[in-house]
């Protein structure tokens, strides 16, 4: 039965009950394990250890002697910091965060709230956490579900930079999804800091329907987390467990073998075989574990199977409530109880010393009984207030157990209430659900809810949107649309809902569904009306092009506008933003809709999703420095509203291309580490591609190959599941053949490989997509055409260069083109100097992508060559080679020396040891240091946080670039140079 009554605080004493001996027998190889994970933690390389055996096996004493060791090097630097949080069972509603609350008063009693409350990084993030702990702030503040998870994430990560701690989660089988989410997030993300987390679970208890089997499997993919098996016994520890056992006074049982076989080597249950009286061994594993049970008093039998109805711990105030012993009486049942060892007493409260015994206990009720205590305990829950969001999932699961559905739905509902005023999703949804399910059991279902089934539905897909299950949220949005919604605002809501579901699960537009809201929010006079159908023509002004979605957003806006409904307002204008910036030359307009959007009195969270939209247009308009200024200001704001994980990481998403092509590439990787750090699984690929297009023009191009090799399967399945996003793809694939010889460069792949993309490329640059994309594939295409190129490819190119508008970074885009096209189709050189000079001098303020501009400049630098003008070609040449390693382009630095080499513009002498190693990039010194110093490839990539296969890959381009044989060459040439 489940855990539903109010419960003692455990804590860390859950941790400390009484030991069953004096020492744990066996488990040698699982400690050192996790010690060793411990030690790792303490270094500032955080893992995760999920510890997994079946009931009774011994996994709460393998994290207890393994926190006793961690102890006894208490004095180690830094500080130990240890926080103990189990998880209860709840039944399906459960609670959100239960065993994070339970840790964060750890937390409180071992570093102070003063510290916890610095650590949580704002005063909005403390005022999030105050939910959970009161004491932090304002527990009435409203919080987001995503922002609370962020502000606990924040809180443990600040924690760990200078304490080790050390968090353990029991019983994961029972954890809510909102806990499971953050630690998914914990064990796969954070990095560089003091932290180990020690999770555990009851692996009979997983079938392949439970929701911990997906977050397993997730998190078996992390090399930062370990799985631990606490396997049975063998019949030799058995053996040593037994003699332990009569060390400790208790009688010698002689016959291990048979203790062995029956027990199956568990550990409880050789204990309890232990302790039995007489020579009969009980028939079945029920049979030995109730016998401790079975050999207590009538009375103290009752109370222990009223307390199995609460769960596997109680508060004694509540057993005292709901028991039918008088005070007397209670006190001597429980003494017994304990004495017998089936109880323990912790904290305020007592709980079963093992949940195979609760679990037994229960099954031993009487249907009727059963009835009979749930209505106590849900009487009792209902006469205290049921404040607290752990009694309100408890009431409505007694009532539900007491067979009174009325009560369990009203319980219910109030629950919803507060899951709604509150900061839980996932409990909001299972909740509408619930109710959604009892609906037709219950008399008056819509006035106890206050709400229609339709509507239930609703609130659940809403709730699903919100944790990002649009699956589950499509489902909840047809089924409120089967139950015939009566009211036209929540069918015109549902369907708005299923089209935004479908396209998000299943890449599927469903067009008819919002013209059909459309529709029906044209004919309301409700004022509800006009925000709603406002929302619905933002949707529909992004499937529409031209003057369709011109006219959708100004309507969206005039509704918002007629409506002062802010969050609505932003959203139009963003639309309307993006739909200029989709038409040719119109970039520039489109920022002014953003920069109203800004100033707009939104929520945090709508602020940075419009902030991001402004930076990111900023950038793809070339305004490179000042979309890093305002993002960096924006980003701030985020991270100082206790969004540094969504929303911070969206900007560093922007931030790092807009460094990158401004020609920062320290600020840029370290934006782009931030963005890998913190992605969902989604974005991952994403964040892949910030690092393999920097590695690329950076002339590392092994690292980029093994980046997009390890996103190979994400990326395919994006393009599969969005096929929209093929030609941005495309782009940046064209981007890594760019070549500045007359040959394909050795780190390209092959001119087959060019030829299909070039035609990709030109069928983007000509096809049905926004301005901005076919001018991207142009310019691209331009640079990378080297040779004559097909006349349909150069048909293609002046076709779309003639036909885009004379504004915005349209005349830059066409220039290059041009200039391209007359390379490449053997143009004289004058005309060619004439073209490059004309495209560099139309760039505004370095609008062209650092890499784009350099590039260019080493076509201009061809050009003046092939003209026979050799000192200005030499001048241009080596001020490439200069500012290109510095921007992050190594590789056009690389070429623009190699065409020195070839017009016998510089000497082509042996370089200096010390210009040798000057010629790596940082990264690659970084590693040169290292091997200098011994360093194996694993070690390399545990001290830089990278794969040993990647700290292989830096070698051999190392090796390579300085001409050292082997890494005692390498380090002896790095030794020569310092």
């Known amino acids: 039965m489940t855990d539903l009554a109010v419960r003692a605080e455990w804590h860390d004493e859950t941790m400390a009950a009484p030991a069953s001996s004096s020492r744990m027998v066996g488990r040698e190889s699982e400690l050192a394990t996790l010690l060793d994970l411990i030690d790792e933690g303490r270094s500032g390389r955080p893992r995760t250890a999920i510890v997994r055996g079946e009931a009774g096996i011994g996994k709460t004493r393998l994290v207890r002697e393994l926190l006793a060791a961690a102890r006894a090097t208490a004095d180690a630097d830094p500080p130990l910091v240890v926080a103990v949080g189990p998880c209860v069972d709840l039944g399906p ?41 009161p004491e932090l702030g304002d527990a009435e503040t409203e919080v987001r579900a995503g922002e609370l998870a962020e502000a606990i994430e924040v809180l443990l990560e600040n924690l760990s930079t200078d304490r080790h701690v050390v968090i353990v989660i029991e019983d994961l089988q029972w954890a809510d999804a909102a806990t499971l989410g953050l630690l998914k997030t914990f064990a796969t993300t954070l990095r560089g800091r003091h932290l180990t987390i020690v999770a555990t679970y009851r692996s009979d208890d997983i079938d392949r329907f439970h929701p911990l089997r997906p977050v397993l499997s ?4 992390s090399r930062a987390v370990v799985r631990v098996e606490v396997a049975p016994l063998t019949p030799g520890e058995v053996a040593e467990q037994v003699s332990a056992l009569a060390g400790d006074g208790r009688r010698r049982v002689p016959r291990t073998d048979e203790l062995a076989a029956r027990s199956g080597g568990i550990p409880f249950l050789v204990e309890e075989l232990v302790d039995l009286e007489g020579p009969e061994l ?37 057993l005292a409530g709901v028991s039918t012993l008088d005070e007397a009486g209670l006190d001597a049942a429980l003494r017994e109880a304990i004495d017998a060892r089936v109880l323990v007493a912790a904290g305020t409260g007592y709980g079963f010393r093992h949940a195979l015994t609760q679990e037994a206990v229960y099954a031993e009720i009487l249907p009727s009984e059963r009835v009979r205590v749930h209505r106590r305990y849900a009487e009792r829950l209902h006469d205290a207030g049921f404040g607290a969001p752990d009694d309100v999932a408890a009431l409505a699961e007694h009532w539900l157990a007491a067979r009174d559905l009325p009560a369990a739905f009203d319980a219910t509902a109030v629950a919803l ?156 204008l963003t639309a309307e933003a ?62 100082r509203a206790g969004m540094e994980r969504k929303s911070g990481t969206a900007f560093s998403f922007v931030l790092s291309r807009s460094h990158f092509a401004a020609g920062r590439p320290a600020e840029g990787l370290a934006h782009a580490r931030r963005a890998r750090r913190y992605a969902d699984r989604g974005s991952r690929p994403s964040a892949a591609r910030l690092f393999a297009s920097h590695h ?35 782009v940046e694939r064209g981007d890594t053949l760019l070549t500045a010889t007359g040959t394909m460069d050795a780190g390209s792949p092959s001119a087959a490989e060019a030829q299909t993309t070039a035609a990709e490329l030109a069928a983007i640059a000509t096809g049905d997509h926004p301005g901005r994309v076919q001018r991207a594939a142009a310019v691209t295409l331009a640079l990378l055409l080297r040779d004559s190129p097909s006349a349909q490819h150069a048909a293609a190119l002046r076709t779309a260069a003639a036909s885009w508008p004379s504004e915005g970074l349209a005349p830059l885009h066409a220039a290059v083109v041009i200039a391209g096209l007359a390379d490449a189709e053997g143009a004289s050189a004058g005309e060619r100097v004439a073209l490059w000079r004309a495209a560099l001098e139309t760039e505004p303020g370095r609008s062209l992508a650092v890499w784009h501009r350099h590039l ?71 590693v040169l240091e290292l091997v200098a110093e011994g360093l194996t490839n694993p070690q390399i990539g545990e001290r830089l946080f990278i794969s040993p296969k990647t700290a292989s890959v830096h070698v051999s381009a190392i090796l390579g670039k300085i001409g050292a044989a082997n890494r005692a060459e390498a380090a002896a040439l790095y030794a020569a140079a310092s």
């Not at 999703?609 to 930076?615: I, K, L, N």
Request: glycine fraction near 6%; charged fraction near 30%.
């Open 417 to 572: 209430a507060q899951a709604r005023r509150g900061f839980a999703p996932a409990m909001a949804a299972t909740l509408a659900e619930r109710l959604t399910e009892l609906w037709d059991q219950v008399p008056d279902a819509g006035p106890r809810a206050g709400e229609t089934l339709p509507g239930l539905h609703l609130a659940a897909a809403e709730a699903w949107h919100d944790l990002g299950e649009s699956h589950r949220a499509l489902r909840a949005a047809e089924e409120g649309l089967a139950a015939d919604p009566e009211d036209p605002l929540t069918r015109a809501a549902l369907l708005r809902m299923r089209f935004v579901q479908s396209f998000n699960a299943e890449g599927r537009n469903r067009r008819e569904d919002l013209d059909a809201a459309i529709a029906i929010l044209e004919a309301s006079q409700a004022a509800e009306a006009t925000t709603l159908q406002s929302r619905t023509l933002s949707n529909l002004a992004l499937l529409e092009r031209g003057e369709a979605a011109a006219r959708d957003t100004a309507q969206a806006i005039a509704l918002a506008e007629q409506a002062g409904n802010d969050p609505a307002l932003a959203v139009a």
């Open 93 to 133: 509603i459960g609670t959100p965060f239960g065993p994070v609350r339970r840790v964060l008063r750890d937390l409180a009693d071992e570093v102070g709230l003063d510290a916890l409350r610095a650590a949580a990084g704002s005063s909005a993030a403390a005022a999030n956490l105050a939910c959970l702990l």
């Open 696 to 730: 690329h023009w950076n002339d590392e191009s092994g690292i980029r190959d093994e980046l997009l090799a390890d996103e190979r399967t994400s990326i395919d399945e994006i393009l599969r599941k969005n096929p929209e996003k093929h030609s941005s793809w495309v």
């Open 218 to 221: 997730e998190l078996d993919r």
């Open 856 to 926: 260019a400049e080493l076509r201009l630098a061809t050009a003046l060559l092939d003209a026979g003008d050799r000192t200005e070609a030499a001048d241009l040449l080596a001020r490439i080679d200069a500012e290109a390693s510095i921007d992050g382009v190594a590789r056009v630095a690389r070429w623009a020396r190699e065409l020195s080499v070839t017009a016998g513009l510089a000497q082509h002498d042996v370089p200096a040891t010390g210009d040798v190693i000057a010629g790596l990039t940082p990264r690659e010194r970084q």
């Open 578 to 639: 993006w739909r200029l910036a989709d038409e040719n030359g119109l970039e520039e307009q489109a920022l002014a809709p953003l920069e109203r959007a800004v100033t707009l009195d939104v929520s945090p969270a709508m602020k940075s999703y419009v902030g991001e939209a402004y930076v990111d247009l900023l950038r793809r308009v070339g305004r490179f420095d000042e979309a890093c200024l305002v993002g960096e200001q924006h980003r701030a704001d985020a991270v």
């Open 282 to 318: 009980p028939e079945t594993l029920r049979d030995l574990v109730l016998a401790r049970y079975t050999r207590l008093s009538a009375p103290a039998q009752e109370m222990i199977r009223v307390m199995a109805a609460g769960g596997l711990n109680l508060d004694h105030d509540m």
